[in-house]
């Protein structure tokens, strides 16, 4: 099973940016990477995904401009930069080999925890 590590989460002001990563001991390049994020009392929504080449990448509406997700394949691990942060963004931020419904898996990580709050 794959193993996947986020990290970069913390607390940061509104309009503050962050960089988050997840990590693998292994190859990522045949894998679409997604982040997904889970605010308190809600459900784990998707957030960005990228394709195993990185030629593709997608965003939630509410993210549009203001993350972008990439990766770095000599160091098995995909970013996700975050900008223009707003406190709606506070969540657990968690990365999967999967793109689209959090449903289709199973073995989460920890997850990264975000706080925008001044």
């Known amino acids: 099973q794959l193993q996947l590590v986020e990290s970069g989460g913390g607390l940061v002001q509104p309009g503050g940016s962050l960089r988050l990563s997840c990590a693998a001991s292994?190859?990522?390049?045949?894998?679409?990477i997604g982040w997904f994020r889970q605010a308190p009392g809600k459900e784990r929504e998707g957030v960005s995904c990228i394709s195993s080449s990185g030629g593709s990448t997608n965003y939630a509406d509410s993210v549009k401009g203001r993350f972008t997700i990439s990766r770095d394949s000599a160091k098995n691990t995909v970013y996700l930069q975050m900008n223009s942060l707003k406190p709606e963004d506070t969540a657990i931020y968690y990365c999967a080999p999967i793109c689209g419904d959090s449903h289709l898996y199973d073995f989460w990580g920890q997850g990264t925890q975000v706080i925008v709050s001044s």
């Open positions: 292994r190859s990522l390049d045949y894998y679409v």
